[in-house]
């Protein structure tokens, strides 16, 4: 009987670990919680900037993403929309991704909806990559995930908490990747 008491308690103790732990946190005190990722590339940060505005490198770069087909607008500006696929065959998870602010050499948020055949889903996701000017013509590359304001509930949040973990080592590939392509050019 008292085992089966310790089965509830070491789920609690489980969970409360993995918020704890999680990457997904507040990084600044007026920001919302988010899992932030970043690396520096010895590349000036317009040169970057430009590289991830254009949705034909994500199948060199990206370690989740097999191809990104645009739908419509400019690639990589505000109101553009594109489809990401994790397959080449198209079959597996798929969203919708709109660019709805750009800052350009500094900032490029997109909106994240339309998520498709993924086990756990999310609503309202932003995802911003922030390209930030250091010296000797450094870039420091941040790649982030939140919730917009009216979609940050309690379970959203949850699932943020234990999921982010996992995407927290694929933002560390993709950036990994980058940085090599776009040193080595």
């Excluded at 989740?64 to 929309?81: A, F, K, M, R, W």
């Excluded at 990401?84 to 909106?111: H, I, Y």
């Amino acid at each position: 009987m008292k085992k089966l008491k310790l089965i509830p308690t070491t789920f609690v103790l489980i969970i409360l670990c993995l918020i704890v732990f999680s990457p997904f946190r507040k990084y600044e005190r007026k920001q919302p919680k988010m899992l932030k990722v970043s690396t520096t590339i010895q590349a000036n940060p317009c040169e970057v900037f430009d590289y991830l505005g254009n949705s034909n490198h994500a199948s060199d770069w990206s370690s989740y993403v097999s191809h990104i087909t645009p739908l419509q607008g400019e690639d990589g500006q505000v109101g553009s929309l594109r489809r990401c696929f994790k397959d080449q065959a198209e079959l597996k998870e798929q969203w919708d991704e709109e660019t709805v602010l750009v800052e350009n050499c500094q900032k490029r948020r997109l909106t994240i909806f339309n998520l498709q055949k993924f086990s756990i889903k999310a609503n309202g996701l932003m995802t911003e990559q922030i390209y930030e000017s250091l010296k000797n013509g450094q870039c420091k590359l941040s790649f982030t995930l939140f919730f917009m304001p009216q979609q940050n509930t309690w379970w959203q949040q949850l699932k943020m908490y234990v999921l982010s973990y996992y995407i927290e080592g694929i933002f560390k590939k993709n950036l990994r990747n980058i940085k090599t392509l776009v040193e080595a050019t």
